[in-house]
């Protein structure tokens, strides 16, 4: 079985979404004088590789507590956007399925620590609503975000639960293989939660 990491290391380093707090780790126990060690984390709740639910830009939206167990996995398609411009053909001849958690290749991880990695591409409209109609669980991205204010493509997603996953890496290890996706966020009763996700390379 192989299994690839899709997430980001999370540390004081990583980057978060302009405006936001930086992650900030202050050790509470010490190994050599307190005989273990533990650690205070404070950090946005979208930073990383995370999952948006609902009431991240819809009102009375569900929080992630609220989200079935299953729509956190599923078969995976993986999009590759050529040139930074999303393709509703390119889309449509993925053969996407009703259930499926649909991962788009910008390439924009490869900038994941430059301050490129803020001048990512947008998802038109028409492909949040395809991906709608096809009835997918997830839709997942290696940007900071699928879209810039006022966050339509949010909208679009997010009222129909579809969720979002941002910040995904390591998606050229998907290119041309079926797998399936696990994408499980922290059980927070809130708008979102960093995830760890992993895709299962199908034999």
């Known amino acids: 079985m192989e299994l690839v990491d899709l997430s980001v290391v999370i ?14 780790i202050r050790p509470l126990g010490v190994f050599e004088k307190d005989s273990y060690n ?11 590789t995370h999952i948006d639910a ?3 830009m819809v009102a009375n939206g569900k929080t ?7 729509q956190f996995v599923g078969r995976g398609r ?5 040139n930074k411009k999303f393709d509703l053909a390119a889309v449509k001849k993925a053969k996407i399925r ?4 649909v991962l788009f290749r910008t390439g924009m991880s490869d900038v994941y620590h430059k301050s490129e990695y803020f001048n990512y591409p947008e998802m038109p409209p028409e492909i949040a609503n395809y991906l709608v109609g096809a009835k997918v669980k997830m ?13 339509k ?24 293989k079926e797998f399936t996706i696990y994408a499980l966020p922290i059980k927070l009763q809130l708008d979102g939660a960093p995830a760890r996700v992993i895709a299962q390379i199908d034999d």
């Not at 650690?39 to 709740?45: E, Q, S």
């Not at 993986?78 to 050529?82: A, G, S, Y």
């Open 139 to 151: 839709v997942g991205v290696d940007m900071i975000s699928p879209d810039k204010q006022p966050y």
């Open 54 to 56: 609902p009431w991240h």
């Open 153 to 176: 493509i949010h909208r679009i997603l997010l009222s129909a639960d579809v969720l979002i996953i941002e910040n995904l890496t390591n998606l050229e290890q998907l290119v041309g």
């Open 78 to 82: 993986l999009i590759q956007v050529e």
């Open 11 to 24: 540390n004081e380093d990583t980057p978060v979404y302009p405006g936001d707090p930086k992650v900030k």
């Open 64 to 70: 992630l507590d609220q989200i079935p167990i299953d």
């Open 98 to 101: 009703q259930g499926d958690i």
């Open 38 to 48: 533990d650690h205070l984390i404070t950090i946005p709740n979208h930073v990383g």
